[in-house]
């Protein structure tokens, strides 16, 4: 008995997000220089010596964290890409690609308060009754479907 393909296949792609990358500074030794040193407390003699001399240069190393909000697209890409070429060698000829997304949000509020001082009849305040809010769409991978071919 052989075993039949389902006439529509979907194939979820997850969307890669970026790596995140921090500053290091790095000493790197970038040749020698000769010395003369004094040596010897009561017979003293110079002896020529040489020393390393470095430099320092800054490099971005990754913090093995990922960010929230940017897609890594070319490794999504490749994603996408290979998976098409999987339902195409499975007899699927892809039809769609669906994105996905979802938002995100923060926001922070901080309200005005009061309270009475010790001297006087008055009420000190306190805060400032500020707020913020901001919302984004990211692409959190895609659906592709594919239709088997006959």
Not at 56 to 81: K, M
Not at 104 to 119: D, H, I, Q, T
Not at 123 to 145: A, H, K, Q
Request: charged share 25%.
């Amino acid at each position: 008995m052989q075993h039949e393909l389902p006439a529509i296949s979907t194939a979820w792609v997850k969307a890669s997000m970026q790596p995140l990358y921090k500053k290091k500074i790095i000493k790197e030794q970038t040749g020698t220089r000769t010395v003369t040193k004094n040596k010897g407390l009561f017979n003293k003699t110079s002896v020529e010596v040489e020393e390393p001399i470095y430099e320092n240069r800054e490099e971005w190393v990754p913090t093995g964290e990922y960010s929230e909000t940017e897609v890594n697209i070319e490794e999504f890409s490749n994603n996408i890409n290979k998976m098409c070429q999987e339902l195409t060698a499975s007899g699927y000829k892809v039809m769609q690609i669906i994105p996905m997304n979802s938002g995100r949000y923060k926001y922070e509020y901080k309200e005005v308060g009061s309270a009475p001082r010790v001297l006087g009849n008055t009420e000190e305040i306190t805060g400032g009754g500020y707020g913020y809010g901001y919302g984004y769409g990211i692409t959190d991978g895609v659906i592709i479907v594919g239709e088997l071919r006959v």
